[in-house]
């Protein structure tokens, strides 16, 4: 049977709903529904819990999604979010010249990114092959350098 979910109760981290989960937690039965970071913008999915449980997600648009968010929650379990990690590529570049030109191309592709220390992060929302490939020209001229290969 399908659990449909249409609201967010409250969030696991508020005072009020501490010693409700605590108890549930002590007799297992909490379930997580680990949604990845590019799904949760999203309003209407399904997904299955850690433990099974068959959910549909069917929220309003002003509602929001985060990690944390109570989905269920009664004297006999409750459902929160877990928002799984996100992988990340990292790439660096020999010199301006090439830092410019990489940043063009990871702009251009839209990838989305974030900055450290003179590094590029890609968030991967495929797999990292599919990132590598598209990469191996300006790998193999020598203008980007990806972690993990013992130089970025």
């Known amino acids: 049977m ?3 979910l249409d609201t967010i109760l409250g969030y696991a981290s508020e005072p009020q709903f501490s010693e409700a989960l605590h108890r549930l937690e002590h007799h297992d039965r909490v379930e997580l529904l680990t ?4 799904d949760i913008a999203r309003r209407r999915f399904r ?3 850690d433990r099974g449980t068959d959910c549909a997600i069917n929220l309003p648009r002003e509602v929001g999604l985060s990690d944390g968010a ?3 929650l009664s004297d006999e379990r409750a459902i929160i979010v877990r928002l799984s990690e996100r992988e990340w590529l990292t790439l660096a570049a020999p010199n301006l010249s090439a830092a410019l ?3 063009y191309f ?3 592709l839209h990838w989305k990114v974030r900055f450290a220390e003179g590094q590029i992060l890609v968030a991967l929302e ?3 092959q599919t990132y590598l490939e598209r990469l191996e020209a300006m790998r193999a001229e020598g203008k980007v350098l990806i972690g993990g290969e013992g130089n970025a």
């Open 2 to 4: 399908v659990q449909i």
């Open 35 to 38: 949604i990845a970071p590019d």
């Open 47 to 49: 997904l299955t819990t």
């Open 70 to 72: 109570i989905l269920a």
């Open 101 to 103: 030109e990489l940043g």
């Open 106 to 108: 990871v702009g251009n």
């Open 126 to 128: 495929g797999p990292r």
